[in-house]
């Protein structure tokens, strides 16, 4: 295990798939989160691709890639954390982000690009389980807050899964790479996007309480939620976790 828990991805024909994917989507401008020793990096460049940043947080990473990475391929590195990191400063036109994401900050590195004005796509690495979250239906097991605020933002296709041992060193998991486009329209308009969080992180605060019962526990008015279900068709008894993302955002504008 490494500093900043990284594991180095080693599998040649999961770099390819990534690198694919990324490029088959790519935007004007392009970005990779966390290269580590480079394998995307690397394959990029060999693929034709000059001119983009990476953000890295760790300082030894970041002398290693200023030492293989070659001066014309024209890779901006900055040495940073991504989450503090101001990415209208790193991006000025349509944005494409790749990553093998660090499992323990992937959510928020999501919802950090998702929420990006200019973002149009992202290929990222996830956890298993939490790709599985991101792409959970409503009524499927790992559905939650995770899959409706990814849902909202963006078309979500698998690519590939990523077994153990395509890492140096292994993880403890397995993984799973997935594609992100953004959609035309957002059913929540960004300005609204906190708020919106609050709601539905309020429904499925309580989980084994009804939706009706969590939002009155969070102090929601019952009125108001009483006529937002019956315009949306939804039963006093309905759970969150059975409430599609669609209706979430209609609730929201009700409520």
């Known amino acids: 295990m490494q500093k900043y828990g990284q594991h180095f991805l080693i599998n040649e024909s999961v770099i390819n798939q ?3 994917a990324a490029l088959l989507l790519r935007a004007e401008c392009l970005m990779e989160i966390g290269p580590g020793k480079g394998a995307l990096t690397q394959r990029l460049i060999e693929r034709g691709e000059k001119n983009f940043a990476v953000v890295e947080i760790d300082p030894e990473m970041v002398a290693y890639l200023h030492k293989h990475i070659p001066a014309e391929a024209g890779v901006r590195v900055v040495q940073e954390n991504f989450l503090k990191t101001d990415l209208s400063s790193l991006a000025h036109k349509p944005l494409t982000v790749v990553s093998n994401l660090p499992y323990i900050d992937a959510a928020d590195i999501l919802d950090k690009v998702l929420a990006f004005p200019l973002f149009r796509s992202a290929v990222f690495m996830f956890q298993k389980e939490q790709a599985q979250r991101i792409r959970a239906r409503a009524g499927e097991e790992f559905y939650g807050p995770l899959s409706v605020f ?3 933002r963006a078309h979500i296709n698998p690519i590939c899964k990523v077994g153990r041992g395509c890492f140096n060193p292994p993880p ?11 959609r035309a329209e957002w059913s929540v308009p960004a300005q609204e996007w906190a708020r919106f969080k609050k709601i539905v992180n309020a429904a499925f605060l309580h989980r084994r309480k009804t939706l009706f019962n969590s939002w009155i526990l969070c102090g929601y008015e019952k009125e108001k939620i009483t006529r937002a279900m019956e315009a949306c068709k939804l039963l006093p008894s309905v759970r969150a976790e059975q409430v599609e993302p669609a209706v979430y955002a209609k609730l929201f504008s009700l409520l």
Do not use: G, H, T, Y
Not at 172 to 182: H, T
């Open 18 to 20: 990534i690198v694919d």
């Open 150 to 152: 990814s849902q909202l």
């Open 172 to 182: 403890k998991v397995e993984s799973m790479v997935l594609a992100f486009e953004r």
